[in-house]
C-alpha cells in the first residue's frame, strides 16, 4: 500500500483515481436516482395510497422491526466492508480485489445497498416500493454486468476465472472442491 499516492490529486475522488478499473462513470448518479425514486415511493404510499398501511395491519411493528433492522444492518455492513476494500488502498495500477468478501460474491457494495432496500421494504409493507425495488435490482444488476465488462477488459483471463469461481450475488453455501 502506497499511503503517499493520498495526496495526489488524482486520488481526490473515485472517479478519476488510476487504481480502480471497473466502476461505472454515473453509477453513483444513477443509485442516487434509485433512491430517491424508491423514497418517492414510499412517500406516494404512505401518504396518498395507503397500500401499506393495509398490509401493515397483518404484521406488527414487534415482528417487523427487528427482521429490518437486521437486513438493513447487515446490508450496511456488507457495503461498508467493501468500499472499505475498495477505497482504502491507493496503488498506482488497478488491482482485482477478491479476498474478503469478495471471495464470496463479486459485488458486495451493490449487495449490501440491495439488503438495504430489501429491509426497508420488509418494515413498510409498501407494495408499490416493492414494485420500485424490481426496478432498482435490474439497475444493480446492469451497473454490475457493466463493471464486470471493464474488469474484463482490464484483467482478462485473471477476472474470467474469478467470474467463473465466485457469484454476482448470492453466496454459495457449499464450495466447489
Excluded: C
Excluded at 99 to 114: D, E, I, K, M, T
Excluded at 136 to 165: H, I, N, P, S
Aim: glycine share 6%.
Amino acid at each position: 500500500m502506497n499511503n503517499q499516492l493520498k495526496d495526489d490529486p488524482r486520488y481526490i475522488n473515485h472517479e478519476s483515481r488510476p487504481d480502480l478499473a471497473g466502476e461505472h462513470p454515473q453509477g453513483d448518479r444513477y443509485q442516487l436516482y434509485a433512491f430517491l425514486t424508491f423514497f418517492a415511493a414510499v412517500l406516494l404510499d404512505h401518504f396518498f395510497l395507503g397500500w401499506a398501511a393495509h398490509f401493515r395491519s397483518f404484521v406488527p411493528f414487534g415482528a417487523r422491526f427487528p427482521i429490518a433492522l437486521l437486513i438493513v444492518l447487515f446490508g450496511i455492513f456488507l457495503s461498508l466492508s467493501g468500499i472499505h476494500a475498495v477505497f482504502s488502498e491507493y496503488t498506482e495500477q488497478p488491482r482485482m480485489i477478491t479476498l474478503g468478501l469478495f471471495s464470496h460474491v463479486r459485488h458486495p457494495v451493490y449487495l449490501g445497498a440491495l439488503l438495504v432496500y430489501i429491509g426497508l421494504i420488509a418494515f413498510l409493507l409498501s407494495p408499490l416500493a416493492l414494485v420500485v425495488f424490481l426496478a432498482v435490482f435490474f439497475l444493480y444488476d446492469w451497473l454490475a454486468q457493466d463493471e464486470e465488462t471493464r474488469m474484463l477488459k482490464v484483467f482478462g483471463q485473471q477476472y474470467e476465472e474469478y467470474r467463473l469461481k465466485t457469484p454476482r450475488w448470492l453466496p454459495r453455501i457449499f464450495k466447489r472442491i
